[in-house]
């Protein structure tokens, strides 16, 4: 039998549902706190890690340890807030996500886009990577204009910076688009393209792996795609504003040029003297 509620009883229950459903929101009372403060609050430093990315990120199978120069940076940054660092494994394709989802505080390692930067936050500049290209042996121009003729067969993987230089700057030149950027390779080492385009940091170690590929262009003039840390886009500048203050310690200490050169060494056995006079950090 069903109980007929008195006005009092019906009065205490509805105040003790209320404040049931008042419990989540006190819980979450912290929401509407700022990245940096959150950061503050619980120690943590929340960052995207992408395994098979060397030599960004490379995830050991075996013991599970990363390295990197964005892994080493990521932990240089976490040492200047004065907090742990906690990795959050991701993909680049899903890092911008992870961001907007607050499921990460900050990406080591991303272009920022016209597209992303509509979606996310970017620091400074964290280095400047430069244009390069893969190229079959015999093939060897030495400007762009060279290389964007009709006739010129060019690889790229799908929404990199390579695909977004190249569908922009060289509008003569046959672009084929793969989904991966070993699948681009491929198209190379098949002949079926003449040159890969690449970052100089992707060529070289594409190269390292197999030099039979080919050589590695410069092409002049120089052309470069900044590279910076993506945050969570906020009203608050506060952890931006530390982002570039370590980044502006780390840059006049030396250390993006060292950090990123010795990762080339160490992960894919890249003597800095190898890279060519026009690539700078």
Known sequence: MSKRWTRRE???????????????SLAFAQAGESALARIKRTGVLRT??????????????????????????ANSLAAFL???????????????????????????????????????GFSKPLFQNTFTLVARPGFAPKTWAEVDRPGVKLSVDIGSNQDTFATQNLKQAALRRFDTSGDATLALQTGQVDAQVLVVLLAATVLSKAPS??????????????????????????????????????????????????NMQALARIDPAAFPKEVTF
């Open 82 to 120: 004065g907090v742990r660092l906690q990795v959050v494994e991701t993909t680049w394709g899903n890092s911008v996500l992870d961001l907007q989802a607050n499921k990460i505080d900050c990406m080591f390692g991303l272009a920022p886009t016209p597209q992303r930067e509509k979606m996310v």
């Open 213 to 262: 590929l080919g050589h590695l262009i410069v092409p002049t003039p120089p052309s470069f795609a900044p590279t910076a840390i993506g945050v969570q886009k906020e009203t608050d500048p506060a952890l931006l504003d530390q982002i570039n203050a370590w980044l502006t310690k780390t840059r006049a200490a030396g250390d993006v040029r060292k950090t990123i050169l010795n």
């Open 10 to 24: 019906f009065v205490t229950a509805a105040a003790v549902v209320g404040l049931g459903c008042a419990l989540p």
């Open 48 to 73: 995207g890690f992408v395994a098979g990315a060397a030599p960004y990120y490379t995830k050991s199978v075996a013991t599970g340890q990363w390295q990197g120069f964005c892994v080493d940076f």
